[in-house]
């Protein structure tokens, strides 16, 4: 995977001093110059809470609660009991951790997807595309940014509850079915994915707006509609937009609890892994050791989805396309 | 194959900038016309218009049979090669010359025989399997070039292919696509804004300025016969010495008058041009091709013409050798002269004291050296007159 990324990495062209540069460019030019231990060093600091949190997930409770982490260096006893804890159902009248795990995923995989897929097609409408309106849609989409999540729970649980009817004059209007989406998955999904349709069509208009002109004109020439553009040029060459807003949209919803909780909380099975996780601490705090072990189950996705994306940030994708 | 014909064409943008102004052009099957001017002109204006990727404000513009102003672009038959080539840099090269060719959903068999005889015709067999980024200048304007000529158009659009290439490559891959261009016998309609590219490639070229049609001719023609004052002083290289001169009639015989002296008009170039006789009396700006300007020194027979100046500056090119001479005569400023001036102020100036630069391609034997005053012969045969107020040449 690092193979692919340098071969077709194409190096920064050096910048001619007076040129003012972009505050992305600048940022990177002061971190270029740090030095790398100076680097490993921060790498080290960052890491060590998560170190120290890892270890402590594998002592047992009395350890944990009475000394620190540190001390397994000198008397290493480790245990899988905070594990087998978080992933047992004894004594509670909850689902197992699986259960929250799949549930996670019954919202995380749809509010990832969806939202990318309808955000690249309108992205590129709004860039690529003539039509009546697209200004002034485009700048209402960007203003749904500035709706705060907070304010849409109560119209959105009435929404999902029992729909949306207009009356007029004695004729009522459904504008949105009465689906009884509260307490499933459905209701989490549904409104991450509007939540984070606005900020998704910003990013990647940003992205393909700037793709060279001339090529899609080129292809146009060669007899592709809207539809091939965008199928066969606009997404492969999108995938580092795609990819990065993918990670981005995969965490918050991965860690959401808000939405979930506003939404799910009343059906604790369909609950996803961070509802679960907050009551597994106990009512008055006292099992917080079991949260290091949830901790680490609940990282784990994000990990290997983090790693699994992160190949697809591959600079000078646009290499050898247009020159000048 | 099929011709061109543009009908009074004209592009005005949203922001009403007026870019074509009632183009009539007739490109005929098979031809290679070159469109040239200086940059926005409109060049790119008229060449996006013929494939469909700028609406024709007004007129007509048939290809073939059909008038296309509302066809869209793949349903024009032409291919473009664009500047910066435009290729697409996530697919091999063989890819790029595919694509077309995949998305009409032709056979499998028939593109991969298609793409490997554009390879072949243009050499890329040894890089189908790379990606652009990986390609060098010259390589990548042939993958554009390829994938123009996979198709296998009634048209080729190509908007200066080659201006992004070095000096030396340029001047090679001018001699490939005017041989592919008569092996495959394709209307071409080439933009450029070298006039060294156009002369050398046009079968025709159209000299545009500010949106304008000025003259369509053979090359020749054009340097032989420039429509007016525009065309002389873009066409030729180094360009046509234009100075302002006063016409006086003297006998049966008109003399043109500069500072620095007088310049009979021979009988043969009267004849040629009788209109010159109404300007008896008037100005008139005379135009001399600085390889018009030889060193009396080399080589005989030459006519009693004579102009003098200082030397200015010996540019040897080897094989000839430019000199720049400081004459006593006022330099030609008109709205054409103006545009193709590199320094304005100084064309200005130069007028006000009555001085301007001549250029002189000489036999690369002469002895005129820097600092000298020299006198060299003018083939006052082959010098042009034009009208100083209209620009147009004066013929009859
Ligand atoms: N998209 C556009 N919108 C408005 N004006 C344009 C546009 N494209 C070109 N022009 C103008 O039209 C004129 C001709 O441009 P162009 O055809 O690109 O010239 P050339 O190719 O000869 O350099 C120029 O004055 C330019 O500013
Ligand atoms: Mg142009």
Known sequence: MTAETTTTTTLPRSVPTGISLGLGARIHRRLAAVPTAVLWLIVGLWTLPSLGMLVSSFRAEDAVKTTGWWTVVTDPKLTLDNYRAVFSTAGTDSPDMWRHFLNSLAIVIPATIIPIALAAFAAYAFAWMDFKGKTWLFVGVVALMAVPIQMSLIPLLQLYTGGAHLTIGGQTLTLFPDLNLAGTPAAAWLTHIGFGLPLAIFLLHNYISALPRDIFEAATIDGADHMQIFRRLVIPLSVPALAAFGIFQFLWVWNDYLVALSFIGGAPDKAPMTIRLATLSGGRGQDWHLLTAAAFVSIALPLAVFFALQRFFVRGLLAGSVKG | MAAVVLEQLNKIYPNSSHAIIDL???????????????????????????????????????????????????????????????????????????????????????????????A???????????????????????????????????????????????????????????????????????????QVEAMTMGDRVAVLRDGRLLQVDAPETLYE???????????????????????????????????????????????????????????????????HLHDPAIGSDHGPARIRGVVELRESLGAVIDLHLRVHAKPAVTTETRQAAGDIELLERQAQVGESVVVATVDSRSKARVGETVELVVDTERAHFFDPETGQAIWD
């Open chain 2, 120 to 194: 072949q015709t243009l050499q890329l067999e040894p890089w189908l399997d790379r990606k652009p980024g990986q390609l060098s200048g010259g390589q990548r304007q042939r993958v554009a070039m390829g994938r123009a000529i996979v198709r296998d158009p009634a048209v080729f659009l190509m908007d200066e292919p080659l201006s992004n290439l070095d000096a030396k490559l340029r001047v090679q891959m001018r001699a490939v696509v005017a041989r592919l261009q008569r092996d495959l016998k394709t209307t071409t309609v080439y933009v450029t804004h070298d």
């Open chain 2, 225 to 291: 016969r420039p429509a007016d004052l525009f065309v002389a002083a873009f066409i030729g290289s180094p360009a046509m010495n234009l100075l302002d001169v006063g016409l006086e009639q003297n006998g049966d015989q008109l003399e043109a008058v500069l500072n620095a002296g007088r310049l009979i008009v021979p009988p043969a170039v009267l004849a040629a041009r009788p209109g010159l006789l109404a300007y008896a009396g008037g100005r008139v700006v005379v135009g001399i091709r600085p390889e």
């Open chain 2, 24 to 118: 009539d052009l007739d490109i005929i099957d098979g031809e290679f016309l070159v469109l040239v001017g200086p940059s926005g002109c409109g060049k790119s204006t008229a060449l996006r218009m013929i494939a469909g990727l700028e609406d024709i404000s007004s007129g007509v513009l048939r290809i073939g049979d059909r008038v296309v102003n509302d066809l869209a672009p793949k349903d024009r038959d032409i291919a473009m090669v664009f500047q910066n080539y435009a290729l697409y840099p996530h697919m091999t090269v063989a890819q790029n010359i595919a694509f077309a060719l995949k998305l009409a959903g032709r056979p499998k068999a028939e593109i991969n025989e298609r793409v490997q005889h554009a």
